[in-house]
């Protein structure tokens, strides 16, 4: 039995998938937050969230790195941590600095910040000759224009550091692009109270189909677990509407993506890490969207372990351990696992979803989740917004897609008037 600390996470399935590995390895665990209400809120009524059955639940200033590690060094001399994990993007380089400080296992501090840094990525991504897009990093809405004009629209124009598709945006000229910036400058804190860095990535537009590797890099051996095809829509937004693993590619294209996505975690120096790394298939060849050192979110972890039996979430225990995680693929019955989700492009108030219990009844369906009437509904402009998901599998080959499909087609949300 190992005792690990975890620091904050994200409020989705991760933050309900780490609880269950830790319990189902025979681990406890400490959770460390600098705000419980945060939680609190996110637990359906009646319910305790999984991260507050932790065998200590510690309040501390997580945001302050400062006053944080002499609290931990402090909380460690007493209680002993084997290993620090995190789900949450904001808090991957404070548990690596964690790590680092006490003397456990784990990814380097310098690591796990340029991945989580989109501009840094970037940057040290192109050093060591990683295919990507061209790319410029802007300190305002002002220096961005004069960048623009010498890439050519279209453009990406993204956050160095949000996620979830935040303030992710396409755009084909000057006016566009200054009401992305504008956007971006309203927004100088994120969702956990940490003031954000201001300047404006700029990326060229890629064209072809998405895909992510998912990878365990474990004592400098990187693994493949597998590919995941991703469909996005809500233009100009990029909002993620589902996955299918095993993705449906050639051996080539196969090759590449994996090949490509291993280069960009060995430029980073990630090490001891569970990785999702975005992959676009252009015309021109693979080129990274972005490098996320954690396991993926979207329930995609969830298709793996559906169609491999590899569970991430315990890999990535495993590797805050220091052990040496197993990926061996298991029989399941099922050959691929496909979610799609129920993406709103209206605004008003949810009244109820028409065909949800028809849905749930289905042959081969997963899970369903579905938002609970009365929710305030925004049309969507990020992952943030889904109105619920279903996911479902096919013993047979590669159709779980196709059924996702035909099932999300039977979903139709009612909403009224806010």
């Not at 799609?340 to 949810?350: I, S």
Request: some cysteine; proline content about 6%; glycine content about 10%.
């Amino acid at each position: 039995m190992a005792h690990l600390l975890v620091v904050e996470s994200w409020v989705g399935s991760m933050s309900r998938l780490l609880p269950r590995a830790l319990e189902e390895g025979g681990h406890h665990f400490t959770f460390l937050t600098r705000d419980l209400q945060h939680y609190l809120r996110s637990a359906p009524e009646g319910t305790a969230h999984p991260l507050l059955t932790a065998r200590n639940v510690v309040t501390a200033p997580t945001n302050d790195l400062g006053e944080l590690l002499p609290q931990v060094e402090r909380l460690h001399e007493a209680l002993r941590f084997d290993g620090v994990v995190t789900s949450c993007d904001y808090y991957l380089p404070t548990a690596a600095r964690i790590a680092g400080l006490l003397g456990l296992p784990g990814p380097s501090a310098k690591a796990m910040e340029d991945a989580c840094r989109k501009d840094a990525t970037r940057r040290v991504l192109s050093a060591a000759g990683v295919p990507g897009p061209r790319f410029a990093v802007c300190a305002d809405g002002a220096e961005a224009a004069v960048a623009a004009r010498g890439l050519g629209y279209p453009l990406v124009v993204k956050p160095v550091d949000l996620c979830a598709g935040m303030f992710v945006r396409r755009v084909d000229d000057e006016d566009q692009l200054a009401e992305a910036c504008a956007a971006q400058a309203a927004f100088p804190y994120n969702a956990r109270g940490q003031r954000r860095t201001p300047h404006v990535l700029l990326e060229e537009f890629l064209r072809g189909p998405e895909v992510s590797v998912e990878t365990v890099t474990c004592r400098g051996v990187a693994h493949v677990v597998g590919v995941t095809d991703k469909s996005v829509g809500g233009a100009p937004a990029f909002v993620e509407t589902g996955h299918m693993f095993p993705a449906d590619l050639s051996p080539d294209d196969l090759a590449a993506a994996t090949g490509t996505a291993l280069s960009a975690g060995a430029a980073l120096g990630l090490d001891d890490v569970v990785a999702h790394t975005e992959i676009k298939l252009t015309g021109e060849g693979p080129r990274v969207v972005e490098v996320n050192p954690r396991p993926a979110g979207n329930r995609i972890t969830e298709l793996v372990r559906h169609v491999t039996g590899i569970d991430l979430a315990t890999a990535c225990i495993d590797v805050a351990l220091g052990r040496e995680p197993d990926l061996r693929p298991r029989t399941t019955g099922m050959r691929s696992a496909a979610i799609g989700f129920l993406v709103p492009d209206l605004a008003g108030t949810l009244a109820s979803v028409e065909g949800a219990d028809r849905v749930r009844e289905a042959h081969g369906v997963l899970e369903v989740q579905i938002a609970e009437p009365g929710r305030t509904v925004e049309a969507a402009d990020s992952n943030n917004a889904y109105l619920g998901h279903v996911m479902a599998g096919d013993a047979a080959g590669l159709g779980a897609r196709d059924r996702v499909e035909a099932l999300l087609a039977g979903l139709r949300p009612l909403l009224v008037s806010s």
